[in-house]
């Protein structure tokens, strides 16, 4: 007998999944709801969360909307202008406030809108095209209608994390920012009497973190870009294929070169980067729909009718309640804390400001998005409802539900995946230095070590086989939810004040007197 000897790939997978097998099943474990159904516990931490902080702050997701809309738009940008506050480096708050923040309020390193941009670029991604491809299948149309709905619930966990990740930050000498959950959870904790519980969740925050940058900040992303590259250019059996290395350096090589220049860089790529993919995308989504536009009341009828099933697929209702919810949150990442880091960047004096901003993100990305990607694969008839489909083949079964209206499609979709994947490494390594950042210093080495590690990650993400990738990437992401709603739920008042503040502002019509005479800015608090 021949024993087949492993390839190099193969190799990377087994020693990769051998490591990380008991980590994954911890965080995965499942609260059992009888027969064969259960629901992962992280998954009804986050639910029950966004839930909650929907109810706390009044719909601020729907009430707010509009106002967030017009902050990106910059129609508030007035209130930004005038003289930053000067405090001094032993008071630990000012009128509550942090005098970090207060120091470098107005400056900031990033537009609303590219630190919008930033973030999105990490949340709309792969997972988009081939998860709702799995959810579908495995619920049915109906899961679509629950996506949305955690997508909806999700934008008000976003204002809250993204809110506090601008009131904690901190700034070097250089003005450099460094926020995110790490800041939030240790000051803000601090400032609540409970410095001790602050620093540990903070440090199991910024572990974590450092995990999901790797995982499926860049590997799960690298992965599946490879894996769609295969299909669509027909490589699955030519050289490439058993070759996923040489696809991982390259994209290394790429990436490595902006990340090299912060958060700036990072910035203007991706605010050029992401209106192209997205347009990209959508375009080949309206135009299937286009082409189909009287099979589409059809399609919302599957969606609402499968939504509330007491038969079917996975259990009927509840099955299909778990997939939508489940790909949703693994898709928006709504408390997960990572979109906090991104949105501390920003120039701005008011931290509800960019809180607002933030929760247009799993609007964009799981309302807008996924509902397209769901009704183009309904539309098309590509479900086999009740199959149990693999990452690798959800990102096919999508490509070949576009390729039904153009035969070149799935051509146009493998550029799309390509810059989905590009995107979201380079802003979840921007995630990920600031976590270690938090662990090792600020230093040039520290840097450079994190940075290179980030690159030689990507190389591994393309050689080893998805499902590896897969659970390692999910299970480090969702250990952050933890101690990030901890912090959410302890600070939520701190949030609250905010936005009052926020309001009160544009109720008085501060704004418009800031156009005549910049300097109220030292007289609003």
Same mark, same amino acid.
Not at 9 to 34: H, M, R, V, Y
Not at 204 to 215: D, Q
């Given at each position: ?5 492993l390839?190099?790939?193969? @190799?990377?997978n ?9 980590f994954?099943?911890?965080i995965?474990?499942?609260i ?7 629901i ?6 986050l ?26 738009k ?15 480096d ?6 509550g ?5 207060i120091?470098v ?13 930033a ?13 709702v491809?799995i ?18 619930l999700?934008?008000s966990?976003?204002?809250v994390?993204?809110?506090l990740? =601008? ?6 000498a ?15 904790l ?9 620093k ?9 973190c450092i ?10 992303q ?5 894996k ?9 059996d ?9 696809f991982?350096l !390259? ?8 990340i ?15 209106p192209v993919?997205m =347009? ?16 589409i009341?059809?399609a919302?009828t599957?969606?609402?009718k ?9 259990g009927g ?11 949703a ?19 701005t ?19 807008? =998005?996924?509902?397209m ?7 098309t ?13 959800g ?14 499609f799935p051509?146009?979709?493998s550029?799309a ?6 995107s979201?490494?380079i802003?979840?390594?921007y ?9 090792f ?19 591994v993400?393309?050689a ?6 897969t659970?390692?990437s999910?299970?480090?992401?969702f250990?952050?939810? !933890?101690?990030?709603?901890i912090g ?5 008042k ?5 936005? @009052?503040?926020?309001?009160q502002?544009?109720k008085n019509g ?5 156009k ?10």
């Amino acid at each position: 007998m021949v024993i087949q000897e492993l390839t190099f790939d193969e @190799k990377i997978n087994n020693a990769f999944d051998g490591a990380t097998s008991w980590f994954t099943d911890a965080i995965f474990a499942e609260i059992p709801l009888g027969g064969n159904l259960g629901i992962p516990w992280v998954l009804v931490v986050l639910i029950v969360g966004a839930a909650f902080f929907t109810l706390y702050f009044r719909f601020v997701n729907f009430r707010d909307f509009f106002t967030a809309i017009k902050v990106v738009k910059g129609d508030y940008d007035e209130l930004e202008q005038g003289n930053a506050v000067e405090v001094s480096d032993a008071v630990s708050t000012v009128d509550g406030d942090n005098p970090d923040t207060i120091r470098v309020e107005g400056d900031g390193e990033v537009s609303h809108f590219q630190a919008l941009t930033a973030a999105v670029s990490a949340t709309v991604g792969l997972g988009n095209i081939a998860g709702v491809a799995i959810a579908l299948s495995i619920g049915g149309a109906g899961a679509t209608f629950w996506m949305v709905l955690v997508g909806l619930l999700g934008m008000s966990s976003k204002f809250v994390e993204c809110t506090l990740g =601008v009131k904690y930050r901190e700034v070097n000498a250089g003005g450099t920012i460094f926020g995110g959950p790490m800041y939030y959870l240790s000051k803000g904790l601090n400032d609540k009497g409970l410095k001790k519980l602050g620093k540990v969740l903070a440090v199991v925050f910024a572990v974590m973190c450092i995990g999901g940058s790797f995982g499926g900040g860049n590997m799960f992303q690298v992965n599946q870009a490879f894996k769609l590259f295969e299909y669509v250019t027909g490589a699955e059996d030519s050289f490439i294929s058993g070759h996923g290395w040489i696809f991982g350096l !390259v994209m290394a090589i790429l990436v490595g070169i902006v990340i090299i220049g912060g958060i700036k860089k990072i910035a203007k790529v991706t605010d050029k980067i992401v209106p192209v993919m997205m =347009v990209l995308y959508i375009l080949a989504s309206l135009t299937i729909l286009g082409l189909n536009y009287n099979e589409i009341p059809h399609a919302f009828t599957e969606i609402w009718k499968g939504a509330f099933s007491p038969q079917g697929v996975t259990g009927g209702f509840v099955g299909v309640l778990i997939q939508g919810f489940k790909r949703a949150a693994f898709s928006n990442e709504a408390g997960i804390g990572s979109a906090s880091i991104a949105h501390s960047a920003v120039k701005t004096q008011y931290p509800a400001s960019e809180g607002l901003v933030a929760l247009l993100e799993p609007f964009i990305d799981t309302v807008i =998005v996924c509902t397209m990607t769901a009704l183009v694969l309904i539309i098309t008839g590509q479900l086999n409802v009740g199959a149990q489909l693999s990452d690798e083949e959800g990102v096919i079964l999508t490509a070949t539900a576009l390729e039904t209206g153009i035969s070149w499609f799935p051509y146009l979709l493998s550029v799309a995946v390509v810059l989905f994947a590009f995107s979201s490494m380079i802003s979840w390594s921007y995630y990920g230095y600031q976590a270690w950042s938090y662990l090792f210093g600020r230093g040039k080495r520290t840097e450079y070590i994190y940075k290179i590690l980030f690159c030689i990650f990507t190389v591994v993400g393309a050689a080893a086989t998805l499902g590896a990738v897969t659970d390692f990437s999910d299970a480090m992401i969702f250990a952050m939810l !933890v101690p990030n709603m901890i912090g959410l739920f302890i600070l939520r008042k701190n949030v609250w004040e905010e936005l @009052k503040r926020y309001r009160q502002l544009i109720k008085n019509g501060y704004w418009l007197k800031a156009k005549k005479n910049p300097a109220i800015h030292k007289n609003i608090k």
